[in-house]
């Protein structure tokens, strides 16, 4: 099967050279405020410290990426564990009704799962992991104004870096609604960025200091906006260029060299190249960039610490067969790993969903 996947993932050199200077016509812009290398706490969620009952003394367990995939048609969710075993979560959705899937360590630090957002009927459906019992929250609960039906749902470290809590954003009125699901009045509500519909959302730690914020990318002006912090202030937020206007780039976030901030990415699926930042600042090109995966519309990105050494790797899920390809570094060449579901459909969704080891 590697043999396949090797030949899947092959690029002449001269030709990939020469189409990663032609792709990186990146604009280069001083930003407002820059981020620096420097290493100011673990990197939030990555390990967790646990106590083992038979020893009875606390030892530190990892939380590795691993891919998920919902089958909207079926409403179930296959899951791979390290061993490539496969298991079946079945949701008990309304038949018919849109979900977004996406995942989080809901309520506790030792266990995570998937959660769906359901727009037509306004309200999150979160999967606790050792229960598997679901936990419903209206997204009424938020306090904000807006259509819930037309908003994309978010989960990242807002309060705890330990526990993901959910979030919703508006396209329509630049609107972040951040909330925890422990029903206490503990959240954020804030407007920010341009109001454009074709905005696209992302969350990271860009500071280090273990909690999650907000950004945003504008693939029209090819400028990225981060957002500092979410206690109100203006004075950490950060808006760079990055990437040529008018593109149908995917931005990316995540911690690409282990240094406990996460920096923004770009992945162009036409050309199959990742671009990817070691400091959240405009430049006129990235820091690292390599062609993973065949070029084509049908690819999807995703992110996350496939290895558990605290580094975020790179994976694209190909629908067309079902098979997803993970990478842990931003190197040229073939998959580190290639995971292959038993059943998927076109409109099957990848995810990540971390576990402990």
Not at 9 to 23: D, G, H, L, P
Request: net charge negative; aromatic share 12%.
């Amino acid at each position: 099967m590697f043999k396949a996947i090797k030949k899947f993932f092959q690029r002449k050199q001269a030709n990939s050279e020469q189409s990663v200077a032609n792709t990186q016509a990146l604009i280069n812009e001083s930003p407002t405020h820059s981020t620096t290398e420097e290493t100011i706490k673990p990197k939030k969620g990555r390990t967790v410290l646990v106590f083992d009952t038979k020893t009875r003394v606390f030892v530190v367990k990892k939380r590795v990426a691993r891919i998920a995939l919902y089958n909207p048609s079926t409403q179930t969710v296959l899951f791979k564990n390290k061993e490539g075993e496969e298991r079946a979560l079945s949701i008990p959705l309304e038949k018919g009704q849109s979900a977004l899937p996406l995942s989080g360590c809901w309520f506790d630090k030792e266990a995570c799962n998937i959660g769906f957002y359901l727009p037509g009927l306004e309200y999150f459906y979160l999967v606790q992991d050792k229960t598997l019992k679901p936990i419903r929250i209206d997204a009424k609960q938020f306090k904000g104004v807006g259509d819930y039906d037309k908003m994309l749902p978010l989960s990242g470290f807002w309060f705890d870096p330990e526990i993901e809590t959910i979030g919703l954003y508006d396209p329509s009125s630049a609107l972040f609604l951040l909330k925890h699901q422990d029903e206490s009045n503990k959240g954020s509500v804030f407007q920010y960025g341009p109001f454009k519909n074709h905005m696209q959302p992302l969350v990271g730690d860009w500071y280090g200091q273990g909690i999650d914020s907000v950004g945003l990318y504008d693939a029209d002006s090819g400028v990225f906006f981060l957002k500092g912090t979410l206690e109100g202030s203006d004075k950490q937020d950060i808006n760079f260029h990055f990437g040529p206007p008018k593109s149908e780039m995917i931005a990316l976030s995540g911690d690409w060299n282990g240094t406990g901030v996460d920096k923004i990415g770009l992945y162009s699926s036409k050309d199959g190249l990742f671009f990817l930042m070691h400091a959240n600042k405009g430049a006129e090109q990235a820091d690292v960039s390599c062609y993973f995966g065949p070029a084509g519309k049908s690819q999807i990105p995703l992110v996350g610490d496939w290895a558990g050494e605290g580094q975020d790797g790179l994976a694209i899920y190909d629908p067309q067969v079902g098979i997803a390809y993970l990478k842990n570094n931003c190197v040229s060449g073939d998959a580190d790993m290639a995971i292959q579901f038993s059943v998927f459909e076109p409109e099957s969704i990848p995810l990540v969903v971390y576990e402990l080891i």
